[in-house]
């Protein structure tokens, strides 16, 4: 047996075991035999690309039925902040038919539920996961907003419970972080998203920037100065661990110089994607995280002069008019696997 979290029975709480594809209460007999639509979990999910990460209310109908038009990586059924409260119950009713008409052939379809605190979670979840007879397409992944602890992740595992046997799991998970309890809790949220026995795997980090710089009592800029620590704290954990890492959106959609900027700066601190609202900023933030013919160019020549200065005994040598090492022929292979990753 080997525990996947905590419920509450009769005021107490309690161990949730699992032993191959069943989940066992270690006080009654709720969860007793459960059975999991286990599934292998694919590097897919972490390795396919996630360029542009694109919003779109569930409620409005006009704006899902363009995504089959869209050559956008991956698109976000919204619950949240995209539909207004007394909205909900809408994209709730629209969920099943809009992901199984509303998709784009090389798309990946993410649903964003509201957060723990919200109230709202449990209904989100059956409606994306519940029914009978169970859904007939469900979503890549799911996408978690406010993530601020190891204990907003052992609840949404457990509103996930009823569902483990019409489910595949483990089931991709964007997580959002947006607050500064989030990015000081940041290591324990990873290391429990990518347990791998859980109803869900950790595939992305995604950084909520407006409501990071509102908790932190701060002023949002042009240049971001402002947020550079919490960018750079998410980059650097979601490499740590081995997830996609989804940079802040721009909420000036028109500004699509500004939005290339913005684009290209994540990029160049180690971000694998960025998030937009609107249709316009896809192609912008999709050539922004993909190596230009002249990088792959450099980087394939650079990897070719490694190996033959390796097999001549030479360690550092010249390149390009630069001395290279191990850390720029790191740079070389990311560009290289990167650039495998988005050509498909």
């Known amino acids: 047996f080997s525990s996947i979290g905590t419920h509450i029975h009769m005021g107490s709480k309690t161990q949730i075991l699992r032993k191959g594809h069943a989940v066992f209460c270690t006080r009654c007999s709720s969860l007793s035999g ?34 089959p038009t869209l050559n956008v990586d991956t698109v976000v059924f919204d619950f949240e902040d995209g539909v207004a409260l007394n909205q909900k119950d809408v994209a709730r009713h ?72 019409s489910t595949p799991v483990p089931l991709p998970l964007f997580a959002i972080i947006e607050s500064p309890m989030a990015l000081l809790n940041l290591r324990a949220i990873c290391e429990f998203g990518i347990y791998r026995t859980r109803m869900f795997k950790l595939c992305a980090l995604v950084f909520g920037s407006d409501d990071f710089i509102a908790l932190l009592g701060g002023t949002r800029t042009v240049s971001a100065t402002e947020l550079i620590y919490a960018r750079q704290s998410v980059v650097t954990h979601a490499k740590a661990f081995g997830v996609c890492a989804i940079d802040m959106v721009d909420i000036e959609y028109k500004n699509l110089d500004n939005l290339k900027y913005q684009a290209l700066e994540g990029a160049r601190m180690g971000y694998t994607g960025k998030q937009v609202i609107h249709p316009n900023q896809v192609p912008v933030v999709q050539s922004a995280f993909s190596p230009s013919e002249a990088q792959v160019r450099w980087a394939r020549n650079l990897i070719i002069a490694f190996e033959e200065n390796q097999k001549a005994g030479k360690g550092a040598f010249e390149y390009d008019g630069k001395m290279i090492d191990r850390p720029l022929l790191l740079q070389a292979r990311n560009i290289i696997s990167c650039y495998d990753v988005t050509s498909k």
């Open 34 to 67: 459960a059975v999991f639509a286990w599934r292998p979990y694919s590097n897919d999910a972490i390795t396919r690309p996630r360029r542009a990460v694109l919003y779109v209310p569930t409620t409005d109908q006009k704006k899902t039925r363009k995504i």
């Open 94 to 165: 629209l969920i099943q038919e809009t992901l199984s008409t509303c998709r784009g052939p090389n798309t990946e379809h993410v649903v964003r539920v509201n957060g723990n605190d919200s109230g709202l979670l449990g209904a989100d979840l059956k409606a994306v996961f519940g029914g009978n007879p169970p859904p007939n397409k469900l979503p890549d992944a799911l996408m978690l907003p406010k993530v601020e602890s190891v204990e907003h992740l052992q609840q949404l595992e457990l509103g996930l419970l009823p569902y483990c046997s």
